[in-house]
Nanobody, 124 residues
């Protein structure tokens, strides 16, 4: 059974940091692109960052560029999202997603595997 399981969300003050994890299981993801999206109440799902599993190529959304970093650990089949300098507007449910590669896309519709999401709340 293919699974993406997110963890690491929580409550943090503005300016703080969190690291989200996405553990992938059930198949070999070496030819996949992994991504993080987020969705705040009443808003559309927004692209955050993506990484190509094979060579580590990345793409980061403009709203988080310079603050968030996506990475992967091949041995653990886990993708991370390091979030620094968090702002209240980063508050959302963060989702891990996967699609067959190699193109690093940024639209949610192109990803067919999704995790259950993890809540990130940034207080001011």
């Amino acid at each position: 059974q293919v699974q993406l399981v997110e963890s690491g969300g929580g409550l943090v003050q503005a300016g703080g940091s969190l690291r989200l994890s996405c553990a992938a299981s059930g198949r070999t993801f070496s030819s996949y692109v992994m991504a993080w999206f987020r969705q705040a109440p009443g808003k559309e799902r927004e692209f955050v960052a993506a990484i190509r599993w094979s060579d580590g190529g990345t793409n980061t959304g403009n709203s988080v560029k310079g603050r968030f970093t996506i990475s992967r650990d091949n041995a653990k089949s886990t993708v991370y999202l390091q979030m620094n300098s968090l702002k209240p507007e980063d508050t959302a449910v963060y989702y891990c997603a996967a699609r067959m590669g190699p193109v690093v896309t940024t639209t949610a519709e192109t990803f067919h595997l999704w995790g259950q999401g993890t809540q990130v709340t940034v207080s001011s």
